[in-house]
């Protein structure tokens, strides 16, 4: 299944290019997929008024708002973003394509070190601390304990995310208009007024520029696959959390995140060199049980100025669903014979 997802990511180079001029409903084809996502940050939120571990996971939430960390790394990731607005990449007219690229990178890096970090004080912190043995005194079993405190640090996650994206987006939004301007190009205005007919009636209303508004349209799906990575790799630190302390954490963190997205690369090499049947063995090892973090990645979509496609972000998201709760599942095991006295 793992290879397969990997080999979708070539499906994002057969989707036709963002036109100049995009139809007045540029997200056509991309319904259901947005009613999901609105549907799934419901459900992920909602659960804290209707369930056990919904009252931890909304404590693990404002304990990841409130901590000096969430508010560092929103600083971090807005400077960074606006020093990219500005500094020439030297691209040879392909400033606004590394924008994008090297704004969801920090997007994505800002949102992995938050729930890492959160994972660590939430879970390793508060058993090391003797915090978790009392409030498993409660009725909240391990169990439930677990759960919560990922879909807490998801939570977190999200609201992390909201207002670094909108400043990705307005950001983008200027740099269009900023690159055209640097090139000598006609700058468009910031809207256009366009005619049409409602109940017999002329009427004149403001609509985006196209020009300014196809970039943040295709970098949407990738804040959709930032997530889903988050997602794994924050199952996967609530696994190690429940056994290791946060330097550990953050090492493993580290090379996992590394490994899996070279997963497609070691596995290519290994199949070239079928002599070495020790790196071949060690190549699939790592694909097998490391996530293919590759897969949700979207810089070839970028690079080509196209869209990913739905059925991808579909794929990308059951795989990671399947992912996630195999990393839980592991962690209740690991968690459900820990001494916490």
């Not at 959709?224 to 946060?246: D, G, Q, Y």
């Not at 049980?289 to 690079?303: C, E, G, R, Y």
Request: hydrophobic letters at 55%; a negative charge.
């Amino acid at each position: 299944m793992i290879e397969a997802i990997a080999k979708l990511s070539l499906l994002a180079q057969d989707v036709p290019e963002l036109a100049p001029a995009m139809p007045m409903n540029p997200l056509a084809g991309y319904g259901w997929t947005a009613v999901v996502a609105i549907i799934g940050l419901i459900v992920l939120f909602g659960l804290n008024r209707f369930t056990k571990f919904g009252v931890i996971a909304r404590a693990t939430s404002k304990e990841s708002v409130r901590q000096p960390m969430f508010f560092s790394l929103l600083l971090v990731a807005i400077v960074v973003m606006l020093l990219n607005t500005w500094i020439p990449f030297f691209s040879m007219g392909d400033d606004t394509k590394m924008f994008l690229d090297c704004g969801l990178a920090t997007v994505l890096i800002c949102s992995l070190l938050l729930a890492i970090w959160t994972s660590s004080i939430s879970i390793a912190d508060e058993i090391e601390g003797k915090t978790a043995m009392t409030l498993l005194s409660k009725p909240i079993n391990r169990r439930q304990f677990i759960v919560g405190k990922y879909l807490g640090l998801l939570q977190g996650v999200v609201i992390f995310m909201i207002p670094v994206v909108i400043t990705f987006a307005l950001l983008t939004y200027y740099k269009v208009g900023y690159d055209m301007k640097e090139a000598g190009k006609q700058v468009p205005e910031y809207f256009q007024w366009v005619d049409t007919t409602l109940f017999g009636s002329e009427i004149q209303y403001a609509w985006f520029q196209p020009e300014r508004i196809a970039p943040i349209i295709q970098v949407l799906p990738g804040i959709l696959l930032i997530f889903f990575e988050v997602a794994v790799m924050a199952a996967i630190s609530v696994v190690i959390s429940t056994r290791l302390p946060m330097v550990v954490n953050l090492s493993v963190m580290f090379a996992i995140f590394v490994i899996g997205h070279l997963t497609p690369v070691l596995v290519q090499s290994s199949e070239t060199r079928q002599e070495l049947e020790f790196v071949s063995f060690v190549a699939r090892l790592f694909a097998t049980v490391l996530p293919n973090l590759d897969a949700f990645n979207m810089s070839a979509s970028i690079a080509t100025g196209t869209l990913v496609p739905p059925d991808y972000l579909g794929f990308a998201a059951l795989y990671g669903l399947a992912y996630c709760a195999g990393a839980i599942l592991l962690a209740f095991i690991l968690f459900e014979d820990r001494d916490l006295a």
